[in-house]
T-cell receptor, first 117, second 111 residues
Framework: GAGVSQSPSNKVTEKGKDVELRCDPI?????LYWYRQSLGQGLEFLIY????????KSGLPSDRFSAERTGGSVSTLTIQRTQQEDSAVYLC???????????????FGPGTRLTVL | GEDVEQSLFLSVREGDSSVINCTYT??????LYWYKQEPGAGLQLLTY?????DMKQDQRLTVLLNKKDKHLSLRIADTQTGDSAIYFC???????????FGTGTRLQVFP
């Protein structure tokens, strides 16, 4: 596909359950980012991957959050033992390279809306 | 940490110009971006400006950057109802290599 895709588009889960969110970046993009957008808030950086380098996990809010990127392409964000405050839209973005400056811009997927009951 | 601030709401009449403002604190900013988010959708890149530029124009969009005051604005000429959305300002920090987003400005265009 031409853009970043994410699945599922919506996820409703019960408190305490684990969830997995998937991101398919634009083909050829080496950098991949996860953000969280809570109601009425801006985007909160969670984690990013650049090629085969160790990911930058500095934005992950707790050890319940983790992410993987397999084969330098698809990424999965996992939230264990979900809490109600995890309810948000989780956005994935990719860019040609780290930083995404100028024309190496971050392109965003449509997001996954997570609701924890 | 670095911060980006925007006003929350802007309401304009169709056909008028809209000006959305943004301030940031990062002294190491390299690029500044404007993204648009329509309901239920992801972020769409509108335009960006390199930090050593003062102005960039792209069709109906004009970006003005005052680096001294750390002030960025997005002007939309001849605003249409399809421009109704949330507009995010974002700063690419050289120090952290991360995009820092504002909370977004909700633009409402009425007939």
């Amino acid at each position: 596909g031409a853009g970043v895709s994410q699945s599922p588009s919506n996820k409703v889960t019960e408190k305490g359950k684990d969830v997995e969110l998937r991101c398919d970046p634009i083909s050829g993009h080496t950098a991949l980012y996860w953000y969280r957008q809570s109601l009425g808030q801006g985007l909160e950086f969670l984690i990013y991957f650049q090629g085969n380098s160790a990911p930058d996990k500095s934005g992950l809010p707790s050890d319940r959050f983790s992410a993987e990127r397999t084969g330098g392409s698809v990424s999965t964000l996992t939230i264990q033992r979900t809490q109600q405050e995890d309810s948000a839209v989780y956005l994935c973005a990719s860019s040609l390279m780290r930083g995404g400056g100028g024309t190496d811009t971050q392109y965003f997927g449509p997001g996954t809306r997570l609701t924890v009951l | 940490g670095e911060d980006v601030e925007q006003s929350l709401f802007l309401s304009v009449r169709e056909g008028d110009s809209s000006v959305i403002n943004c301030t940031y604190t990062d002294s190491s900013s390299t690029y500044l971006y404007w993204y648009k988010q329509e309901p239920g959708a992801g972020l769409q890149l509108l335009t960006y400006i390199f930090s050593n530029m003062d102005m960039k124009q792209d069709q109906r969009l004009t970006v003005l950057l005052n680096k001294k005051d750390k002030h960025l604005s997005l002007r939309i000429a001849d605003t249409q109802t399809g421009d109704s959305a949330i507009y995010f300002c974002a700063d690419l920090s050289y120090n952290t290599d991360k995009l820092i987003f504002g909370t977004g400005t909700r633009l409402q265009v009425f007939p």
